[in-house]
């Protein structure tokens, strides 16, 4: 935020220093005047004393903090932080013959100014750190202050000691001392920053008893606010009991010296500080109030013990250290709310008028602490049980009036420590008024999550069978939950959706889970639209908020099953989004889109703490070393550790073979061998360039020299079986095997299996820290519809579409993919390669996708649960192999062309599994969208996918349909220009600037398709933009002709393409180009008569036979080809 300082940033650092040194200085002269008493005087006359001098220095804070804070409210706090410093130099300058005269009322008058000092300098040091500081760093700057307060305290508790010690009766020296702190104070000040003033012009008053009790009036219609003030208040009533009556407790009831006392003072300030920084750090970036009424807890049990520690040098310095940690935790993040929840431009009188009532608490703790030894007669053990029993009708007090610090205290356990949860957006929360949440639904313990992420107390329509449950009915009522059911009553269900319409009425956070439910798959479920009841109208915004890596954890459905699992981390990382305020009119498309969108980018937080390609593997190995790896139509098979120090010494083979280069060429098919070369190759380094073999000779090379590989690595045993001859420098698998010593495989396998993970990384991987942004492959398009394209895909791109795939189909151990599709497809290289080896599953290579015969037979041995295809490739299938060969599948999933519905039943019939289509391109590295399986368990089913459609978008990808020209997001279900995004977007395209700006707007990929979005975000692609013919001034899509050619004749494979070319009179005329089918004139007779629109019928001419269509390796069309022949043909 502009204006802000960062919490390592010098400026607010200087405050710390000029804060803890100050408390220094007042510590330092308290504690010189306390230990001069206790040695003068009579025990008893010396505590009266000691009670004396508290009261005259906080009696200023009472008298002066309603004008210091007026002061702060009104001119810039910088200024009077600097002045006030000047003052302290001053006052300190006054203690040395104060000191010298050794005379009581000088004593105490020096106490008396050096409390007006720090009355002017509390409100103004506390109103200042919101002006410096961002909400997020709120707590911790606030935790950060009272560690160095306390740190100033403790290091003036022992240089008084130290100074009493050393100077022995020239105690007046020690104010010289004092006098060059203060002036390092001073130095300090000067360098904080100067934000201006925050406005107020509140009238200054004197008469404080009346101008306090007008604040605190005013003060009270913040409930909050006013609550942490007595919160904070009693804590200061606590630190000054501890403080006068430990002094007490260690002389009298424990016969310590002052050196003892001195100790104690300092195990106690310790603890303080330790508590606050932690406070801090446990708030993470927000204001955490389940904290209060643990250390209220912990203020209540460790005082107890302490009332009965006095035998125990040692037990009582551990309660003396637990009572500030716990002090720590309970004031820390009250401060924090009174700062954040403040009227800025009366902010400084908050927190002033907060002052007064907290050192009126410390004077009350001087009379408390004069009326129970010295009018009761108890000893300073007794005194501490008492302050024990009243902490904890205190810490019953604040649990019984604020829900929100129960739900806390009974979620904490949860959130932050079964989770590390990294909060997003939290400046989007309103930090006062009503609004509704609408978050994703993970796991049964997103409410929790959700009220973790954020300070304000939130409440949550939920299913009423949850909130009428025994269990959990005590918890939700208390949170102010409203239940609602689909089952419900018409009257019931309008009755809550007013109440909770009412809530944000009154200034509250709703949260409602669109979805209803929670998903069993892993995507996202179908928004009902009842939220848009509870805001019509309103002026309170709606706040998307989306869950991220939820799924996975325990209480989440992954895998099946729920809790029955073991964690995969402790603590698990999640990630809440809060998203920008939306109207309160948005749509449920719009605000599912919105929270689609923030899952996007909250996806990247996943790419922080994930390793790159070869180290992933590695890691999966170690855990896994005899898990079955891969295998290949050859017979090859091979564990995991096995296949990863093969691939490390086949990787050291082709670094030594080739010259020093950043890429290498690979020219082989599916199969081990490929698989290992590229893991090798990435292993060491290396930009792997898998080539297209289906291809000619020339453009192979001609790739090869655009990504500039040090050479090429293939199969002489492969050359031969494409018809090509050897190629000149070219490195060859079976020469590199051979070439491989005996010593280095041993060396090699011993060390990658047995060495720490770590330690084999640096030994054994060329780079096992390269950024994740650095380039993993290239890979070159197939020029379907244009010239091919290197694009290049980074490490973060390649993982995470594998965290984006592992999320939908949550792949076991005991699950292997049928890798048929060649590695320089996309889907080939990241589906079939990587994602097994980083996902821990095994794979079956395939050299020739349409060799349906051996295929068959392979997944007969191997028995895969996963095959990637295209419907070209499952046509083939379908023909020829038995359906016991493929009865192990459970997933299929299709893409680079469309999937006919005839195709799909007919696969489903005769395999038993039908068939899901998703969609990507290699730009997307690859897979954008895709359908999954729909799940159905004891009477509970959930849509997975919807036929006809390529899926919702992968978790961490988002999709827009945007108008091709405009640009401007179009309704659910209109066609228009498909936009991706999302980390799996590719760098760039290789050494070409110009071509990777076309495709980018703004984080979206363009990816050149026509394509439409329902409200539950499943995308249908109608056809690429390239396959529009513009006639006549409308675009016809070729798709939707070939689909009425098919279906009028009645045909599953592929019978029509339709393509276009130039015409004089019209822009563009149709073409359509067949093959096997002969009655054309009956087939364009029942086109004419079906209720296609006339434009888009093609003339009765424009029908052309060919032989065959010419297919791209991958199995798509080559539209390339097809569209020049309909160009070559006679008009």
């Known amino acids: 935020m502009e204006g802000k300082t ?50 005259l220095f906080v009696l200023p804070f009472i008298v002066f903090s309603n004008v210091a804070g007026a002061l702060a409210d009104r001119y810039p706090k910088k200024r009077i932080i600097v002045l006030l410093k000047w003052i302290e130099v001053g006052l300190m300058s006054l203690a040395l013959p104060a000191l010298y005269v050794e005379s009581p009322p000088l004593l105490a008058a020096l106490l008396l100014l050096l409390g007006a000092h720090s009355a002017f300098f509390g409100p103004v040091k506390l109103a200042i750190l919101p002006e410096i500081l961002s909400e997020r760093d709120l707590s911790q700057g606030n935790g950060l202050v009272q560690m160095a307060t306390f740190l100033g305290i403790l290091l003036g508790t022992v240089c008084a000691g130290l100074l009493v010690k050393t100077l022995g009766g020239s105690l007046h020296l020690a104010a010289l001392v004092l006098v060059l702190i203060a002036a390092a104070g001073l130095w300090a000040s000067l360098r904080i920053p100067d934000p201006p003033a925050a406005g107020g012009c509140g009238p200054l008053r004197f008469n404080f008893a ?85 250390g209220a807890l912990g203020l209540a049990a460790f005082s107890l013990d302490l009332a009965f520690s006095f035998h125990s040098t040692l037990r009582t310095a551990c309660d ?134 954020m300070s304000r107390l939130v409440r ?100 099946g099953r729920i809790f029955y699992k073991w964690p995969r981390r402790l603590p698990y990382p999640i990630t809440v989004s809060f998203g920008a305020p939306m109207p309160s009119d948005s749509s449920t498309a719009a605000v599912r889109q919105s929270i689609v969108e923030l899952g996007s980018d909250a996806f990247r937080h996943r790419l922080a703490e994930t390793l790159p390609l070869p180290v992933s593997f590695m890691r999966e190995v170690k855990r896994h070393p005899f898990r079955f790896a891969m295998a290949d139509a050859t017979g090859a098979e091979l564990r995991c550790g096995t296949a990863m120090v093969r691939a490390r010494l086949l990787g050291g083979a082709i670094v030594r073979a080739l010259p020093p280069c950043a890429a290498v060429g690979l020219l082989l098919p599916p199969s081990v061998g490929a698989a290992l070369a590229n893991v090798g190759a990435a292993m060491m380094g290396k930009v792997t360039v898998n080539l297209n073999y289906t291809t000619t000779r020339e453009s192979v090379l001609e790739c090869a020299a655009r990504a500039r590989v040090g050479g090429i690595v293939t199969s002489r045993l492969f050359l031969k079986k494409i018809g090509w ?62 010239s091919a394209k290197g694009v290049v895909l980074s490490h973060a791109n390649i993982l995470a579409n594998i965290e984006s795939l592992g999320q939908l189909f949550s792949m076991r151990a005991e699950d292997r993919i049928l890798g048929a599709l060649p590695f ?35 997944a007969q041995k191997y028995r895969p649960t996963f095959l990637l295809a295209t419907p070209t490739f499952l046509l083939t299938y379908l023909r020829r192999v038995e359906p016991e060969q493929f009865r192990s599948l459970r997933v299929v999933v299709v893409g680079a062309e469309r999937l006919r519905s005839e195709l799909a039943q007919a696969f489903a019939e005769r395999f038993g599994v039908r068939p899901l289509e998703g969609y990507g391109c290699t730009e997307l590295s690859p897979v954008a969208s895709a359908n999954i399986p729909d799940f159905e368990e004891r009477g509970t089913r959930q849509q997975g996918g919807k036929p006809g459609t390529v899926g919702q978008a992968l978790p961490g990808v988002s999709m827009r349909i945007v108008d091709p020209e405009s640009g401007a997001d179009l ?59 513009k006639i006549g001034g409308e675009m016809v899509p070729h798709v939707k002709v070939e689909e009425r050619l098919h279906s009028l ?52 001419d424009a029908f052309h036979p060919i032989a065959e269509f010419p297919l791209l390796g991958s199995g798509k069309l080559d539209m390339r080809k097809l569209k020049a022949l309909a160009e070559s043909l006679a008009p």
């Not at 096992?768 to 380039?775: C, F, H, K, V």
């Not at 045909?1051 to 009655?1079: C, H, N, S, W």
Request: net charge neutral; glycine share 10%.
């Open 971 to 1029: 309704l659910p279900g209109s066609p228009g220009l498909l936009l991706v995004k999302g980390p799996n977007v590719m760098k760039g395209y290789l050494d070409d600037p110009a071509r990777t700006a076309e495709v980018r707007r703004g984080e979206y990929y363009v990816t050149g398709d026509i394509a439409a979005m329902d409200e539950d975000g499943y995308v249908t692609i109608t056809d690429r933009l390239s396959r529009f013919s």
């Open 320 to 453: 003396l250290a637990c009572l500030g940690a716990s002090a720590g935790c309970f004031v820390v993040p009250m401060q924090a709310f009174v700062q954040a929840r403040s009227p800025e431009a009366e902010r400084g009188k908050f927190i002033a008028a907060g002052n007064v009532v907290s050192f009126a608490a410390i004077l009350a703790a001087s009379g408390f602490l004069w009326a129970w030894s010295g009018v009761f007669h108890l000893h300073a053990g007794q005194v501490f049980l008492v302050l024990s029993l009243m902490t904890l009708a205190v810490a019953v007090y604040i649990v019984w009036t604020l829900p929100d610090f129960l739900l806390r205290v009974v979620f904490y356990p949860v959130a932050n420590i079964v989770y590390r949860i990294q909060v997003s957006g939290a400046e989007n929360i309103p930090r006062r008024g009503g609004a509704l949440l609408i978050a994703n639904h993970v796991s049964y313990v997103d409410a929790i999550l959700v009220t973790s992420a």
């Open 6 to 55: 960062a919490l390592g940033g010098s400026g607010f650092r200087n405050l710390l220093w000029a804060q803890a040194l100050g408390a220094l200085n007042d510590n330092a002269f308290k504690t010189l005047v306390a230990l001069w008493a206790l040695g003068k005087l009579a025990p008893e006359e010396s505590s009266r004393l000691i009670a004396l001098a508290g009261a």
């Open 210 to 294: 009346a101008q306090t009790l007008a604040d605190l009036r005013g003060i009270r219609a913040h409930h909050g606010i006013f609550l942490s003030l007595m919160g904070s208040a009693y804590f200061w009533f606590v630190g000054a009991v501890l403080q006068m009556n430990l002094l007490v407790y260690g002389r009298q009831l424990m016969g310590l010296s002052e050196m003892w006392l001195t100790v104690f003072q300092i195990v106690m300030c310790v603890g303080i500080g330790f508590g606050s920084w932690a406070a801090g750090r446990l708030s993470r970036e927000q204001v955490e109030l389940g904290l209060v009424p643990l």
């Open 725 to 786: 001859e050897p190629m000149a420098g070219a490195v060859y698998l079976e020469d590199l095997a051979r070439g491989i010593p005996a010593w280095d495989a041993a060396w090699t396998a011993l060390g990658m299996l047995l060495l720490p993970s770590r330690l084999a990384e640096w030994i054994f991987l060329a780079r096992p820290r390269a950024g994740l942004d650095e380039t993993a492959t290239i890979i070159f398009t197939s020029g379907s519809t244009g």
């Open 824 to 858: 320089f497809h996309s889907f080939g290289h990241t589906v079939t390669l990587w994602f097994p080896l980083i996902a821990g599953f095994g794979a079956v290579y395939h050299p020739n996708p349409l060799d349906a015969r051996k295929l068959g037979e392979s």
């Open 1049 to 1100: 004749a009645g045909r599953m494979e592929q019978a029509f393409v339709v393509t276009g070319r130039p015409d004089e009179k019209r822009g563009e005329r149709l073409i359509v180009l067949y093959k096997g089918y002969d009655d054309i004139e009956g087939l364009w007779r029942r086109l004419n008569e079906s209720d296609l629109p006339k434009l888009w019928i093609p003339a009765r």
């Open 460 to 559: 949550f329509v939920m299913h009423r069978s949850f909130y009428e449950s025994p269990l959990l009915h005590p918890f939700v009522k208390i949170m102010g939950c409203i239940p609602i059911s689909d089952s419900d009553r018409p009257r019931d269900l309008v009755a809550s959706l007013k109440k909770a319409r009412q809530a944000i009425q009154d200034g509250e956070i709703v949260c409602i889970f669109a979805e209803g439910a929670v998903t069993r798959h892993g995507q996202m479920l179908r928004f009902k639209k009842g939220f848009e009841r509870i805001v019509q109208g309103l002026d309170a915004p709606i706040i998307p908020v989306h869950l991220d890596r939820v799924w996975g954890s325990v209480f989440s459905f992954e895998g």
